[in-house]
DNA sequence: CGGTCGACCTGT
DNA sequence: ACAGGTCGACCG
């Protein structure tokens, strides 16, 4: 507290003296200490307040960058010193997520609405033992190549370690787009942190992160997301005579360590509240939100995929993917080699694709020997 | 779904 | 010869 007051004292007579020609020292201690809202509030017409704002304000005053950035399906605030987003946040509904937009098609860029200098690079990531990681995800956006593309600008992309960003993260990205199914609105907003460090011996709590690339790039310690899911109508609720159904709204948040997290771990283990998320963001999250909010573990279960789901459900996009027959046995014979047997979704995609690149190979070269059908 | 990397082609 | 971009193989 004591530092706290010197600086006060620091700043009041420095300004004391820069002010000097006009206002009274008391005038400008005043508006140092009003309240943040209040001084924001232009128009105010009293006189020497204004006079003294526009004086320390005659060559600008500092600007952030963290003003609120929208874009095709996801907005973001974006922090210029760690050259990554402060926050992204998006609306999900079950429509939205059909579509055929692919990721092949798009490429990580630096955002241009980004200064230059305050962007981060592909440079950056590259090499650096850290994958770019995602905020607002692609796989949220295959309505449309344009906002899918969007995600891929720097400005939505934290440095991810590999095996969180494929695997415990992917799963939570997952079971938010699961979350459309069973609610009509799904909110999410995502972000990195960087919380102090456990321990430390002597009890003191330090804040270090490592930096990446000649833009020094800082790689969070956590990721964080906070899921909103809303009904208009319980859907859960069969009395038809319940006319005071009143929409159903819920509310998890989530900090994850980014590092690696197996499957042994529910993702409720990383469940915090809201009011704790926010603290250790410094973000008020949905702050139109009334509150309390009932909590979506409690209504939904929060279960992510397990491991055996999740590897039919990779298996299912290699197998979509495979481009020759070779490797179209090689995924399926990998999947018994784990002891998982293929679901019927599965199988009928393995026929089908069989039938696919057999037909093909016949075209390409009809006297071979799978020929002569 | 989430990513990386290297071979290869292109332009100056 | 070398920077830069595309494409396909690869991994969890």
Known sequence: MAARVKLFGFVGGFVCGAAVSTGSCLTVLKLYRLDPEEQSTPGREDGADNEVQQLIGRFGLPETGAEVRYYANHALSYDQARKTPRWVA?????????????????????????????????????????????????????????????????????????????????????????????????????????????????????????????????????LFKAVLVQN???????????????????????????????FERPLTDFQVSLPELERASGLRLYPGLPRPTADLCELDGCQLMGFKEFTLYLTGRKVSGARSLVKLEQFMSELSQQEIQPDDYLNDLYLQKKKELLLRANREQPEGKTGAG
């Open 90 to 222: 998006e609306h999900l509904t079950n429509h939205k997520l059909r579509g055929k937009a692919n990721r092949k098609h798009c490429k990580f860029r630096a955002d241009p609405a980004i200064p230059a200098c305050f962007s981060a690079g592909n440079e950056d990531y590259l090499g650096s033992g850290w994958s770019r990681g995602h905020m607002a995800p692609a796989g949220d956006n295959k309505q449309s190549e344009q906002s899918m593309a969007e995600t891929f600008y720097l400005s939505n992309i934290i440095p991810q370690n590999y095996e969180n960003n494929a695997g415990f993260w992917n799963r939570l990205e997952m079971y938010c787009r699961e979350l459309t199914q069973r609610f009509q609105d799904v909110w999410v907003v995502s972000g990195p942190l960087v919380l102090p460090r456990e321990e430390e011996e002597d009890g003191r709590k330090m804040v270090s992160y490592q930096v990446i690339g000649k833009d020094a790039v800082a790689v969070p310690t956590h």
């Open 232 to 262: 208009s109508t319980d859907v859960n609720n069969d009395n038809d005579n319940d006319q005071s159904a009143a929409p159903v709204l819920a509310l998890g948040a989530f900090v994850v360590p980014n590092r690696p997290i197996g």
